[in-house]
Nanobody, 118 residues
């Protein structure tokens, strides 16, 4: 059974940096390399939104709100997806979720809290 486990949630001041990790278990690294992976986030009272995605050989996608200050990357050998974001703002406060889609089978991680506050 595929499991996604996020880590790296932080409380940081505005202007700070986050580095999140999503480790995938229950599959081989070969199969993992075919997964479409993404990071979503959800703030209290708001809908869950796509932050960044990395799919196959396509160029990574970034939401306008985080473009130019975020990087999504994957390490297929270690079955890991990372999200780095700098110049953090209070609006970046949310629970960040890792997401996997493969053959229309979607799996979510449990989420990790990021709080940006002075």
């Amino acid at each position: 059974q595929v499991q996604l486990v996020e880590s790296g949630g932080v409380t940081v001041q505005p202007g700070g940096t986050l580095s999140l990790s999503c480790k995938v278990s229950g599959v081989s690294s070969t199969l993992f390399s075919h997964f479409n992976m993404a990071w979503y986030r959800q703030s209290p009272g708001k809908q869950r939104e796509l932050v960044a995605s990395i799919m196959g050989d396509f160029k990574p996608y970034y939401a306008d709100s985080v473009k130019d200050r975020s990087t999504i990357s994957r390490d297929n050998a270690n079955k890991e997806v990372r999200l780095q974001m700098n110049s953090l703002k209070p609006d970046d406060t949310a629970v960040y979720f890792c997401w996997r889609n493969w053959a229309s089978d979607v799996v979510w991680g449990q989420g990790t809290q990021v709080t940006v506050s002075s």
